[in-house]
């Protein structure tokens, strides 16, 4: 399933999450309160950790959550061109992940010419979105660039209070290609975002109600490219920095939980293509994750875990009949 640029610009949805699940069957999508807790997606009713999440070819899981899993809190629509869901088991090509299916993402990129573009909402509650970008392309490179703040007053989720849990969302989105020559390409992509995001104290007693979480999230994405025709192969270097931040009130006291995960892939895909209907796909990957934990749990002391993932694949695709 795609869902293209035309159904994200027209959509009033800021944010993915809300938009795929009004635009896809097979999916549940779930948020545990208002803008910017948690939130996530379910395909073929399998957990959320089985669908792999892919923003311009970076693997987007956050190794410091119990179950690697990608929440959708935060993903605006903003800078989307388009997402291609594939249902269904895709784990010869993208792991064990991808059990119930894999979900790639792409940022826009430059139109010919030199552009700009500058967006306003407004909503109820405080609500305010601000975009603004910069593309272009000219004959052998192409570039893009948009800044977005969303900010809301957000509202109480208990009942004997009418206090607001604010949310504020700034990100910048950028990527840059350029031909060196016919055959060969070089891009590179790069996101960033800064989260904040207040929510109530479970426990009456326990005042004041200001816990709040914030959080920020970087990756990187640089490629070289070469296209033969029936031949291409393409190397990445990915790179992916999640930093979460919970503040906790208790009474007097205040709890802060720190938790740190990095990500560092090289990675090869291949393609030949014997014709329209037969092609293989091939790759080496290399993945190298770290996460960090600094809380109540550890004893406020830093715990580290590493894991180191080599895998190769290979996949014939074809397609015997038209049907």
Not at 301 to 323: A, G, H
């Amino acid at each position: 399933v795609v869902v293209d640029s035309k159904a994200i610009s027209e959509s009033n949805e800021f944010f993915l999450g809300e938009l795929l699940s009004k635009n896809l069957n097979g999916m549940n999508y779930f948020q545990q309160g208002g803008t910017g807790t948690v939130s996530g997606i379910q395909l073929r009713g399998l957990p959320k950790k089985y669908s792999t999440v892919y923003v311009d070819g970076v693997k987007m899981s956050d190794p410091s959550t119990p179950d690697n899993a990608y929440y959708f809190n935060n993903l605006m629509t903003g800078s989307l061109d388009r997402v291609e869901i594939l249902k269904g088991a895709q784990t010869s090509l993208y792991g064990s992940g991808a059990l119930a299916g894999t979900v790639n993402i792409f940022s826009k990129k430059g139109r010919d010419g030199h552009n700009k573009n500058i967006g306003v909402s407004t909503g109820s509650r405080g609500t305010k979105n601000l975009n603004i970008s910069f593309d272009g392309k000219q004959e052998n490179y192409d570039y893009f660039l948009e800044f977005t703040n969303f900010s809301t007053d957000g509202q109480s989720a208990m009942i004997d209070n009418d206090e607001n849990d604010r949310y504020r969302n700034d990100s910048i989105t950028a990527n840059m290609g350029y031909n060196i020559s016919n055959v060969l390409r070089v891009e590179n992509y790069l996101r960033y975002s800064d989260y904040f995001l207040e929510y109530d104290e479970v426990d009456a007693d326990n005042l004041p109600d200001d816990n709040n979480t914030d959080d920020q999230e970087a990756s990187y994405s640089g490629r070289l490219i070469i296209d033969n025709g029936n031949l291409k192969n393409t190397l990445f270097y990915n790179k992916t920095i999640i930093q979460r931040n919970v503040n906790n009130y208790s009474g007097a006291s205040i709890l802060k939980d720190n938790f740190k995960s990095e990500r560092n892939a090289i990675n090869l895909l291949g393609e030949y293509n014997f014709n329209l209907d037969t092609k293989i796909v091939y790759g080496l990957d290399n993945e190298f994750d770290q996460a960090n934990m600094n809380t109540y749990y550890t004893g406020y002391n830093y715990k580290t875990e590493k894991e180191r993932i080599y895998s190769q694949y290979v996949d014939l695709q074809l397609r015997p009949t038209e049907k």
